[in-house]
């Protein structure tokens, strides 16, 4: 099927596309890498009257490190994350997380396209991006007529393709804080090919100082109707030696059981999703011990 009719402009400015987004409220969408958005015009479950292409305005494209945070305008790529541990994505643990992450989003055509923001602003359960913002508590930069506010990733999802934002207001950058030298990081997920969405996904940090687990941080991705942070598993770990018998399978147990809702698919009941949940927790756990240097600090 075609998009149904719409009027388009292309900006130049972050001001004239909040202008264009003020001007028709409800009715316009915002055109980033379009590989959602499109799609959906496509099938008539969109049907903007003002289409507002972003892609023209000049700065967006940019990642930069400041204030113990790395910022991704809203016109950076999906791709842009998969240099391994470059220092121009991100330094550390983050950039390395990053790079773990983005290979599972879609395939390389669409990863050239596609945006971090616009994931974020799409808000599908099942998205990668939107996981790793909960996990890490990234704060979503957004600008509206009256100015710019940042919002935290656990107030921003509010359910399937539903978030705090307003309709009147852009998502100009995605703020992912900067995770210490001593944080190992992980990613598992479980889909059905190569390029499918994620059936359900875990990302993973784990500080350990002194043999001590200092902080865990764990999302999920496609557990409920929104992206999930375990704080219950969490909480499980903190306080721990990762060396305790089980720890790991008892915080995928915990994420699985009180921290996941997950919602009956057909290709999967609700009790089969907990035990997926359960063992990718408790190998992305794992994953992540090691990747902090394991038994050797
Ligand atoms: C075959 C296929 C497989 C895919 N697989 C995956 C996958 O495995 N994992 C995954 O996470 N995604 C997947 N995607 C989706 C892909 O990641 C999209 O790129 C992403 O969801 C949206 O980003 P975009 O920049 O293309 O946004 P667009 O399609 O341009 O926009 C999506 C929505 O967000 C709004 N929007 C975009 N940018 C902004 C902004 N800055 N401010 C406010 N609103 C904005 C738009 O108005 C629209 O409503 C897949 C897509 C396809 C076609």
Sequence with gaps: MKPAAFDYVAPGT?????????????????????????????????????V?????????????VDGGALHAGALVRHE??????SPRVAPGPLGRL?????VNIAHPPIRALGTMAGSLAWAHPAAEWCAVAVALDAGIELRGPGG?????????FHG?????????????????????????????????????????????????????????????ANAADRPVRAHAAERSLVGSSPLDDDLF??????????????IARPYADVE????????????????AYADHGGARR
């Design 14 to 50: 972050v001001d004239e596309a909040v202008a264009a987004l003020a001007g028709a409220g409800e009715r316009a969408s915002i055109l980033a890498g379009g590989q959602s958005l499109i799609l959906e015009m496509h099938y008539r479950r969109a049907r903007p009257d003002l």
């Design 272 to 287: 089969y999703q907990r035990q997926v949940i359960a063992v990718l927790v408790g190998r992305a756990l794992r994953q």
């Design 52 to 64: 507002v292409d972003i892609n023209r305005v000049r700065g967006l494209d940019r990642l930069r």
């Design 80 to 85: 842009a994350f998969e240099a391994f541990e």
């Design 249 to 262: 399978g008892r915080a995928g147990r915990i994420a699985a059981e009180r921290d996941a809702a997950p």
């Design 98 to 102: 990053l790079s773990l992450v983005v």
């Design 148 to 156: 710019t506010r940042v919002v935290g990733a656990g107030d921003y």
């Design 160 to 220: 399937p393709h539903r978030t705090a934002r307003l309709p009147q207001e852009m998502i100009t950058a995605v703020r992912l804080p900067l995770l210490d030298d001593v944080t190992g990081v992980a990613f598992a997920e479980h889909r059905r090919t190569h390029a499918s969405f994620a059936q359900l996904a875990a990302v993973v940090t784990l500080t350990v100082l002194d043999g001590v687990i200092t902080e865990a941080r764990v999302g999920l």
